[in-house]
Nanobody, 119 residues
Framework: QVQLVESGGGLVQAGDSLRLSCATS????????MGWFRQAPGLEREFVAS????????NYANSVVGRFTISRDNAKNTVYLQMNKLKPEDTAVYYC????????????WGQGTQVTVSS
């Protein structure tokens, strides 16, 4: 069984920073990429950022470009999301997920961590 566990969420003020972590444990599995998604109340879940596990190629939603940075530590099976210059509209539950093969849907998901940004 594969487990993804997010941590690092919290309540911050606009302009502050947070660093989310997503640790993978359980059954060893190969993956093409890891991603971060978020879901605000009443809205659909949306893509935030992704990183390929091999080359480390990154991709970001337009709304977070220049503010968020995704990174990974292959040895620790952990992916990070550094969030700077946070805005109230960044408030959401943030989820990490694992994509097994290129172009496939994300197969494994974490339980989410709440990020709340006050104005």
């Amino acid at each position: 069984q594969v487990q993804l566990v997010e941590s690092g969420g919290g309540l911050v003020q606009a302009g502050d920073s947070l660093r989310l972590s997503c640790a993978t444990s359980g059954r060893t599995f190969s993956r093409y990429a890891m991603g971060w998604f978020r879901q605000a109340p009443g809205l659909e879940r949306e893509f935030v950022a992704s990183i390929t596990w091999g080359f480390g190629t990154t991709n970001y939603a337009n709304s977070v470009v220049g503010r968020f940075t995704i990174s990974r530590d292959n040895a620790k099976n952990t992916v990070y999301l550094q969030m700077n210059k946070l805005k109230p509209e960044d408030t959401a539950v943030y989820y990490c997920a694992a994509q097994i093969t290129r172009g496939s849907s994300y197969t494994y998901w974490g339980q989410g961590t709440q990020v709340t940004v006050s104005s």
